[in-house]
């Protein structure tokens, strides 16, 4: 059967379902949910089915079809079935066979629905294709990756500050994709995933803060000028960053610009480089019986001059557990050489993970002492997540 789809609008309107098991169940619950008036007759029929409609326990009758509009025949007798579709044909019923793919007037569709978006699939003699297809269709609308993009609300713009994850498209948020889905303009950073641009349609607008028209990166005044100007002029704005949005990612400027601004503002947490790059590499960051905490901290600030930051060196030098350095590569010596003066043993294991979660991603490791000449060695710098700890061993065997 070619067939003609349709969408049927059965609110209000008589519906028999001959048959009272599991297939019948189903059937009477997506009908009761349309508004069907639903009428069941089987001989027997579960309480699951007699609670959701009115049923009649006996045989299918010819008259049990006086005023409906469609009929479902779903028990699991082929010759009752056949009876039901050659009534139905008579009355000109249309009739759904659940037996028989090729029998009946009708069919029913694997549907999802998105959105006010209603996607029906048929799937020719199999089912099974259609359940397929409708299940991977039903993902892929959820994350984002098809044109589903709703009519935009009269409603004014906002701004969302995406956490992109470390790098590798897949390990940012179902939110995350949502949102990116549905943004009209995409502000995003160097080191935010930057493969989940490629399915945008070129209607959105993506500005590159790590690659400007005029080839310099915007400051982050300019940043903040641009997600409240965008978010102004009624935009949906995604600003998509790297990792987590507020981990040493000026996210909380961002969002206090906003709000002065008086510019709607949310925030989706990322998975941040701190956390996914030691696990990309095998390094859990505390152990049974090895670290009980960890600390993050930035290596950006001259180890001997950060007082401004707060960061206490020889405290963290002192405690015994993990340390994760973010933006530390042109410092590393400093800091190794800082953590060992005030009391890190110098073959306390260390590691460099590069690029975590990329297909660029590498790894050294090695003694607190040699770790920043092992990196350099290697050739690798920025972006880099170094830990310092027992843990980097752990499960090394
Ligand atoms: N908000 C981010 C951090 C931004 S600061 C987050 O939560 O991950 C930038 C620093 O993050 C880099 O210098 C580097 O230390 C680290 N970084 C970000 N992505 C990384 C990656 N894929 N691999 C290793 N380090 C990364």
Known sequence: MTGYPLLLDLAGRRVVVVGGGAVALRRVHDLVAAGADVLVVAPEILDDLAALAPVHRRPFGEDDLAGAWLVMACTDDPDVNAAVAEAAERRQIFCVRADSATGGTARTSAVARFDGLTVAVNGGDDPRRAVALRDAVATALDLGELPARPVRPAAGGEVALVGGGPGDPELVTVRGRRLLARADVVVVDRLAPRELLAGLPDTVEIVDCGKSAHRHNLTQDEINEVLVDRARAGKRVVRLKGGDPFVFGRGGEEWLACVRAGIPVSVVPGLSSALAGPAAAGIPLTHRGVAADFTVVSGH???????????????????????????????????????????????????????????????????????????REAGLGAPSVVVVGDVVDVLVS
């Not at 993970?353 to 920043?372: F, K, N, W, Y």
Request: glycine share 12%; net charge negative; aromatic share 2%.
């Open 301 to 375: 600030l001259d180890p001997g001059r950060s007082a401004d930051e707060g960061v206490d060196w020889p405290g963290l030098a002192a405690s015994g557990g993990t340390l994760v350095l973010l933006m530390a590569m042109e410092r590393l010596e400093l800091i190794a050489a800082e953590l060992i003066e005030h009391g890190r043993d110098p073959a306390t294991p260390a590691a460099v993970v590069h690029r975590a979660t990329t297909s660029g991603q590498r790894v050294v490791r090695g003694p607190l002492r040699e770790i920043a000449g092992l990196a």
